[in-house]
């Protein structure tokens, strides 16, 4: 069975800084776009970040621009979503999604990404 792994989630004080990974298991990471999708309490899933499965196209939304930074590195077929200047509205579970389109028309659609992790949730509270 395809899936991914989140890792690197947790607590972390308003302004501060994590770096979530995302490895998947049973296939090969290079061959797809990556996406980091997030949810919080009592709301639906939304999308952050997406990277074209070479890395040369990345995309944000709006909240997101200036303090989320995606990368992946194909050859430890990791993918990664760095966070800086973290806000309390930041908590959220967080997912990694491949196979979904990654270019300046995609809009996140949740149901168009073919495999999913399991999530991790990450928490901002001081």
């Known amino acids: 069975q395809l899936q991914l792994v989140e890792s690197g989630g947790g607590r972390v004080q308003p302004g501060g800084s994590l770096k979530l990974s995302c490895t998947p298991s049973g296939f090969k990471l290079e061959n797809y776009n990556i996406g980091w999708f997030r949810q919080a309490p009592g709301k639906g899933r939304e999308g952050v970040s997406c990277i074209s499965s070479s890395g040369g196209y990345t995309k944000n939304v709006h909240s997101a621009k200036a303090r989320f930074t995606i990368s992946r590195d194909n050859a430890k077929n990791t993918a990664y979503l760095q966070m800086v200047r973290m806000k309390l509205e930041d908590t959220a579970v967080y997912y990694c999604?491949?196979?979904?389109?990654?270019?300046?028309?995609?809009?996140?659609?949740?149901?168009?990404?073919?495999?999913w992790g399991q999530g991790i949730r990450v928490t901002v509270s001081s």
């Open positions: 999604a491949a196979g979904g389109p990654c270019n300046y028309a995609s809009n996140f659609e949740p149901d168009v990404y073919a495999y």
